[in-house]
């Protein structure tokens, strides 16, 4: 592939090399769309009406930010009358949303988090859009629910957008990991990186370490070893990093190794995890291990989980493969 082609010519390409099919190579057009829309919101900061609170929460119970508003509408104008998709859902709406009367219904479910970090956006630091894209079932023209709560080895495609200095769109169509930057003068994504792929070992952790006294000993072993250094069983300094946002921490993973954490905590021992695993996990999962790495909750691979409800959460320990088999084992020798 010729690096600095832009994700059209990429898509293209894939239609004719690869089989993609036409309709979702419009989805994935679509969302690049969309997210330059949203990064041109982010862009405007105070000079725009997009900071500050909404005045509602969402399903998840939290202060929804005028951001996440706006962005879930940018990212539902610009698929509803596109005829790819059969429905959507999102963080940000409590129900799947169906096209308009009248819509030509596509072949595909669009799940997202259309503005993931949201406490991260009044103080101008990283934020991102998580997108994915499963089959809609053979047939079914007026998709419910249950239709969406498909295991994420089913995802057809998956990717997430990094408003950073620069706007960072990363995909995969399965077939190995790509990276393209928005080129603002053209108002083109342009290839800049392909093959990402994590190191199996890593020196680097991203965890919440404030709840530590939440964590199951599996978790805390890992990281006491990790803190340990090299003097300790591990024998290697590590560093940390807690960006507050995943799909922030999960691009560093990505570019630059290490490992990822939002384990499974007892604040809420009903709750598997904070984040949710259609729109969050699985998408960033798929990427992971793409890039050969390894997703999992620190005893099963996400990409293997059924959801049972659209915003299920889940516990997620992702990125350098040993890093993530070597917290298997700690879950494995405590059951
Ligand atoms: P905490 C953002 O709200 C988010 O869902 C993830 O993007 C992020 O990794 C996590 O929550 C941060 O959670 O508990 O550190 O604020």
Redesign the pocket.
């Known amino acids: 592939m010729h690096h600095g082609i832009t994700l059209s010519a990429f898509l293209h390409h894939e239609q004719r090399l690869h089989a993609l099919s036409p309709d979702l190579a419009g989805v994935i057009e679509d969302m690049a769309r969309a997210i330059k829309q949203i990064s041109h919101l982010v862009s405007l900061g105070a000079l725009g009406d997009v900071l500050g609170n909404a005045n509602a929460t969402n399903i998840q119970g939290?202060a929804q930010k005028k951001l996440d508003v706006l962005a879930n509408d940018v990212i539902l104008r610009h698929h509803e009358r596109s005829g790819h998709v059969a429905a959507m859902a999102s963080e940000e709406m409590e129900s799947i949303y169906l096209l308009p009367i009248g819509e030509q219904r596509g072949d595909y479910l669009l799940v997202f988090d259309p503005l993931?970090?949201?406490?991260n956006i009044d103080i101008n630091l990283s934020i991102g859009t998580i997108f994915s894209v499963l089959p809609c079932p053979p047939g079914v023209n007026e998709p419910r629910e249950p239709d969406f709560l498909q295991p994420g080895r089913n995802q057809l495609c998956a990717g997430y957008a990094v408003y950073g200095q620069a706007t960072v769109l990363v995909l995969t169509l399965g077939r190995g990991v790509l990276s393209f930057t928005l080129d603002r003068a053209v108002g083109e994504f342009v290839l800049v990186q392909e093959n990402l792929h994590i190191a199996d070992e890593g020196h680097e952790y991203a965890i919440?370490t404030s709840?530590w006294r939440y964590w199951d000993p599996p978790v805390r072993r890992y990281i006491e070893e990790c803190h340990a250094g090299a003097a300790g069983p591990r024998g290697k300094d590590f560093n940390m990093r807690?960006?507050?946002?995943?799909?922030a921490?999960c691009h560093r993973v990505l570019s630059r190794g290490g490992v990822f954490l939002?384990p499974h905590d007892s604040r809420d021992p009903q709750r598997p995890g904070?984040?949710r695993q259609i729109y969050?996990a699985n998408p960033i999962a798929l990427l992971v291990e793409q890039a050969g790495g390894a997703a999992s909750t620190g005893r099963a691979s996400i990409l293997d989980v059924v959801p049972q409800t659209l915003h299920q959460r889940i516990a997620v320990i992702m990125g350098a493969r040993d890093e993530v088999r070597l917290i298997e084992a700690y879950h494995e020798s405590c059951p």
């Open positions: 939290e993931d970090g949201s406490t919440n709840n807690w960006m507050g946002a995943m799909v921490d939002y904070k984040l969050e």
